[in-house]
């Protein structure tokens, strides 16, 4: 079957309309579809078994392994779209092996120390700059909630609650959720950005220059500014401070693993999205870890958790073998 432009569009539009997917995704489908039918155009392909091999190939050449598995899931959802509205017979993806082997690695994250000095030149930027006062606000926010950026721009003045100190987040999947801002000086900057800019009630919280939703890139872009500031090699990004807040909280929150799981486990959907924190805190002290806790619940509660604990049972006995290991000479050894 030849893929048209006409298919994507109508596509597209039951993404939007029907299926209420963010914007962000119909843009990432927008774009991976786009792109496999110019290249069935210039290859001459079918959106057959064959024509998908042959651009998994090429993909593999140019693209990351992430990259290219987020492509795979774009045409899999058009394939099934085909099939059922279209009627498409013929499934592309049928006796074709299309598993993406994604390397694992830890989040890539800042220092505590390195977060200390970004606020500390944020605050002394504050005495020149006008703006410094919002920047310094956001940065707070992101290390004290963790919430993801675009979250942080959405934020409405409704969903700050400055005297109770609660934030409440609409993530991903539209999933609303409450998180409590227990340090004060946190609070403080809050109190004055809005004595300051004076957001509108019903509008977004955090602002612009021109009094307008702030944008993702805006926030990158001042983080960019700031990190050339400290001299920081690392190229900061506002994602990085989400796991600095986990390590940080995961000591107050051992000893509740209920408030462990709807701080910090609730936010990131399911499971197997959490793997990088549980890579994280793996090589904590066993006092410390949140997932001893879970064998003190019921066995219900046990159960959700299993797969978890499955997966870093392994590596956390490796972990800390391989930090107890003391070197042993050749004669000890013998003996």
Known sequence: ?????????????????????????????????????????????????????????????????????????????????LMNEKNFRRNPFAYCDTSVRIPESLPRTITLHTAKKLLKTVHEERKYNLTALRDAAIIEVLFATGIRVTELCDLKMQDVNLLDGIIQVCGKGKK?????????????????????????????????????????????????????????????????????????????FSRNFRVFQSRILRPHGALSHCSSILRSIAVMPKSTSPLFAVWMLTPRSRSRFQYCMVLSKFRLRRARSTINKTPTSPSTAAL
């Not at 893929?3 to 309309?17: A, G, N, P, R, S």
């Not at 079918?46 to 598995?69: A, C, N």
């Not at 004060?184 to 009630?201: A, H, M, T």
């Not at 190229?235 to 390590?247: A, G, L, Q, S």
Request: aromatic share 10%; proline share 3%; charged share 35%.
């Open 1 to 81: 079957m030849e893929i048209t432009m006409q298919l994507v569009w109508d596509y597209l539009e039951i993404c939007k309309d029907r299926k209420k997917l963010d914007a962000k995704t119909v843009k990432a489908y927008r774009i991976d579809l786009r792109q496999f039918v110019k290249y069935t155009a210039v290859k001459k392909k079918h959106f057959s078994r064959d024509g998908v091999l042959s651009y998994l190939r090429d993909m593999h050449q140019k693209y990351k392994p992430r990259t290219v598995k987020r492509k795979i899931a774009s045409l899999r959802a058009f394939s099934k779209y």
């Open 176 to 252: 609303e959720r409450l998180i409590q801002v227990t340090n004060e000086e946190v609070l403080g900057i809050l109190r004055q950005y809005v004595k300051e800019y004076k957001p509108n009630i019903n509008g977004t919280f955090f602002l612009n220059q021109r009094r307008k939703r702030i944008s993702d890139q805006s926030v990158r872009m001042m983080l960019r500014k700031y990190t050339k500031k400290i001299n920081n090699p690392t190229r900061i990004t506002p994602h990085m401070f989400r796991h600095p807040y986990v390590k940080h909280k995961t000591k107050s």
